[in-house]
């Protein structure tokens, strides 16, 4: 352990250097409570022996400055010849965990250290459960919204996800599309190859997906083989670019059969654009990229259709 010793008389910081040494400490001096402040921020030192009255800071004003910093908790303990009550009880108030009458007692000063020790002991391994908890905490919520097939984002997490982008899209004023794709014939693979194959071909297309996507949104599982993204700052031509990149991403896969020959892949893609002028909700938006993906199926599929395909409007809407 490290101890920093802050003292500007010389011959206190000489007589508890040496005491601390003999125990087998490791300890640095300073004459001032700046220094000392600054060695703390250092982060080397987890006791601070601190004498209560020294040059730039006092004793209590190096306390409430250390428990201002963030970082593995420090042991404070005021040297002081000051031994009234009030006192002690303004250097605990300040953040002190300990005092040490000056002139110090060795058998009293290494039997507070010894508290000392087991104080941050305990704070380590509070510190270290706190840490344990926090990654679980993470992981849970990764799982809970992560699909365990695909590894993106599931139904829960888009849901979140359009909620957001709807909130910045009218504080920003700037729209954001909804790209949702379908697998085409995907009914096939797992009829003719089983299930197992049907899962590896997901596989494959919302990896197809994540990079065509890149940077300019989020992909989810929307449900069995639909695959959906979320797209911030879109315009019309921009969306209509993003839904072709996708589609075509898909297209140039070749997929090899467990027969060993290889076969094409296609999605059919429905996009729509959020305009923040008007007064509709996310899941408004959501309808008009399922609408146009129907669309898209219908025409043909492997292709994109980019709402408003025409006049109609897409069944059970709600307009808020």
């Not at 490290?2 to 005491?19: E, N, S």
């Not at 004793?59 to 040297?79: H, K, Q, T």
């Not at 379908?182 to 003719?192: A, M």
């Amino acid at each position: 352990m490290k101890i920093l010793v802050a003292d500007d008389d010389r011959t206190t910081r000489v007589l508890l250097t040496r005491t601390l040494v003999a125990w087998g400490y490791e300890v640095t001096s300073v004459d001032n409570g700046l220094d000392a402040l600054e060695a703390v921020r250092g982060g080397q030192f987890r006791v601070v022996l601190s004498d209560w009255e020294m040059p730039g800071l006092h004793g209590p004003e190096l306390c409430v400055r250390v428990r201002e910093m963030s970082g593995p908790y420090v042991y404070l303990m005021l040297l002081t010849s000051h031994g009234t009550s009030s006192h002690v009880v303004e250097g605990l108030e300040a953040g002190a965990d300990d005092y040490i009458a000056k002139p110090f007692d060795p058998p009293v000063l290494r039997a507070r250290l010894t508290v000392a020790r087991r104080h941050l002991a305990l704070q380590d391994e509070l510190a270290s459960k706190n840490n344990e908890l926090a990654r679980a905490n993470s992981e849970l919520a990764r799982i809970a919204t992560t699909d365990p097939l695909l590894d993106i984002g599931n139904r829960r997490s888009f849901e979140d996800a359009i909620a957001h982008a709807h909130g910045n899209a009218r504080r920003s004023g700037m729209g954001y599309g909804v790209v949702l794709a379908d697998i085409d014939h995907f009914k096939r693979f797992n009829d003719r190859h089983g299930h197992t194959f049907g899962d590896h071909v997901l596989k494959c297309v919302a990896h197809a997906l994540v990079d065509a996507l890149g940077t300019a949104g989020q992909l989810f599982r929307y449900g069995g083989e639909e695959l959906i993204a979320v797209a911030p700052e879109q315009n019309a031509g921009s969306l209509a670019a993003l839904g072709e990149r996708l589609r075509a991403a898909v297209e140039q896969m070749h997929l090899e059969l467990p027969t060993g020959t290889l076969s094409s892949i296609s999605v059919s893609v429905g996009t729509a654009l959020f305009d923040p002028t008007e007064a509709i909700s996310c899941q408004v938006v959501i309808d008009f990229a399922d609408a146009s993906l129907y669309q898209a199926k219908k025409l043909g599929r492997n292709r994109v259709v980019c709402w408003p395909f025409d006049d109609a409007r897409p069944p059970h809407t709600s307009q808020f």
